[in-house]
């Protein structure tokens, strides 16, 4: 017998789900009400019709997404061609039309989300964003290290296992646009692997392998820990009692892990 999934989520109204909201946090799923409880973790199937196995679950700013290998199903608000869709219930989504015969057959390897989009990494490390409007480009050569995004980003990030950077920005005026920027970095980090980063709004916070952190962006609501700096990597100085695990952004704040289990935040008091 095949093993149900089940999608657990927790909100403070059906609209942050992306739905049409009612009263009482009410919406519809498949022509039923269904009540948002925001005290709680809320319950939501995955039926079984749309896919075999579930691989990865990822969260926008208004939708969820999830993928089987080789398709992608999608709920909640999302722009495609322009136009805003409202889907209140698991929708498939197609992705592929910019993708030549012998690469529609590829497995998805990582999927990812930041404010408006998906961004999906295939198996030999093919990029494609923009949700319906998609583009892809090509990192096969090189190779992909990982690839970094926010739920709340404008952008995203890829770094290649040369140690480049490469920003992904979207462009306000034209959202389905995103005109790619490589990054400058400091000569202190030219050299030295990158161990994780964090993209917040119009931020990137970056951790290297010795334990330094790196900043860029404007610092909107502290996220920088205070220190601007919107044209290239800056050192950041910290006197951290133990290593750094991971950082992680949301739009008003930036989230360290130290190895010790003690984690550290940046943001703006109110």
């Known amino acids: 017998m095949q093993k149900e999934h089940k999608f657990l989520f927790a909100t403070n109204g059906a609209s942050n789900m992306g739905f049409s909201e009612t009263d009482n946090n009410t919406t519809k799923k498949e022509g039923k009400n269904v009540n948002f409880d ?7 199937e995955f039926p079984l019709q749309y896919c075999r ?17 080789y398709e992608i199903y999608l709920l909640g608000k999302y722009t495609s061609k322009n136009q805003i869709k409202i889907n209140n219930y698991w929708n ?9 015969n012998d690469e529609k057959k590829l497995k998805i390897k990582n999927l990812f989300a930041n404010f408006d989009d998906l961004i999906i990494q295939l198996e030999n490390d093919t990029i494609i964003f923009g949700n319906e409007n998609s583009k892809n480009i090509q990192f096969t050569k090189i190779g992909i290290k ?9 952008h995203f990030i890829v770094v290649d ?3 480049q950077i490469y920003n992904f920005q979207k462009n306000i005026t034209t959202p389905q646009h995103y005109p790619l920027i490589k990054d400058i970095k400091t000569n202190e980090i030219d050299n030295t692997p990158i161990k994780s980063i964090g993209c917040s709004g119009r931020s990137n916070i970056l951790v290297t392998i010795n334990n330094k952190i ?21 050192y950041l100085h ?3 009692e133990s290593e750094i695990v991971d950082v992680k952004c949301g739009y008003f704040h930036t989230i360290i892990l130290l190895k010790n289990g003690t984690v550290y935040s940046a943001e703006e008091l109110c």
């Open 161 to 163: 296992k040369n140690e």
């Open 53 to 69: 196995k579930v691989e990865q679950l990822v969260c926008g700013s208004s939708f969820t997404a999830f993928h089987n290998g």
């Open 146 to 154: 990982f690839i970094a995004c926010g739920p709340l980003s404008n």
């Open 38 to 44: 925001s005290d709680k973790w809320n319950e939501w």
């Open 238 to 240: 910290t006197n951290f």
């Open 214 to 234: 790196y900043v860029k962006g404007d610092n909107q609501f502290q996220v920088q820990a205070g220190l601007k700096s919107e044209n290239k990597f800056l």
């Open 92 to 100: 498939k989504l197609d992705w592929t039309n910019t993708l030549q």
